[in-house]
């Protein structure tokens, strides 16, 4: 088992990475690792106020940290939009973008452009954003990574495609379930994308954390109202969870390490998965399976009127 620790992570001096859900979490754990290691750090978030708390945080500890902060809502396409093309026009240069942010088993409800909430925040936002930042990913001098954070139920996931926004049956597992299968979908699919336009200097790479201890297990119990579940997920982030900075591990490890190719999946390396340091990760079939991956690729082009032009 690999042994890889934040400290592993190269020297990121002159690099600009993208975090998404940056404030709290595996975010705000990867964010603080990369201003560590010298980059500097744009932190995508929803909430500038909790932005600007995580930012004062992250500079208590790292005095040097380069850091911007920009308002990104993953479940406002138009906000996604503006944010890549603000981004763009700021910034000659785009070396990691991690698509981090994401929301976990909530009651369904429904973006501001009418998709059901887990896919169109997990999924659909960052398909839009990969696609608006591509081209600086692509004319970026020397080696990018776009990292996909999905989760180990993706093992469960199925992509629903007669009924993907979870509208004559929704269950708020198997919707994120869905939604985290299609984070690798789309990661191993635009691999073989870049592999066959013969780019081979961007690198898509999945990721999962493990059970790591972070508020994302509380939103679901929380817009539901239920106090078991939220009580529950208490006792199992307390006894079962990895801390968020252990978490945050593979994300940083899919980002950085050399040992990472295009195509790969990273993941802890310990018990059952859950826990431990990162290392290359085996996900499920389905989430390999490249005619799934070409339809969503196709239905995600249409449902954002997005076209994802490697070229």
Known sequence: MSDWTAADAPDLSGKTVIVTGANSGLGFEATRAFAEKGAHVVMACRSLDRGE????????????????LSE?????????????????????????????????????????QGFETQFGVNHLGHFVLSARLFPTLRDTPG???????????????????????????????????????????????????????????VLSVGAHPGYAATNLQFRGPEASGSTL????SKLGNAIFAQSAEMGALPLLY?????????????????????????????????????????????VSEELTDTRFRLA
């Not at 708390?53 to 911007?68: K, Q, Y």
């Not at 579940?229 to 529950?232: C, E, Q, S, T």
Request: hydrophobic share 40%; net charge negative.
């Open 53 to 68: 708390d995580a930012m004062a945080d992250i500079r208590d500890s790292v005095p040097a940290a380069s850091l911007t």
């Open 72 to 112: 990104l809502d993953l479940a406002d396409l138009d906000s996604v939009r503006r944010f890549a093309d603000e981004f763009a026009a700021e910034h000659g240069s785009l070396h990691v973008l991690c698509n981090n942010a994401g929301v976990m088993a909530i009651p369904r409800r429904e973006t501001a």
């Open 143 to 201: 080696e990018t990574r776009l990292v996909a954070m999905s989760s180990g139920l993706h093992e469960r996931g199925r992509m629903e495609f007669d009924d993907l926004q979870g509208e004559r049956d929704y269950d708020e597992w198997d919707a994120y379930a869905q939604s985290k299968l299609s984070n690798l979908l789309f990661a191993f699919e635009l691999d073989r994308r870049l592999t066959a336009a013969g780019i081979d200097d």
């Open 229 to 232: 579940r939220y009580w529950m």
């Open 254 to 298: 899919a980002a950085t390490s050399p040992a990472v190719e295009s195509g790969e999946y990273v993941g802890p390396q310990g018990l059952f998965g859950m826990r431990g340091t990162p290392g290359i990760a085996e996900p499920s079939d389905r989430a390999r399976d490249p005619e799934t991956a070409a339809r969503l690729w196709d």
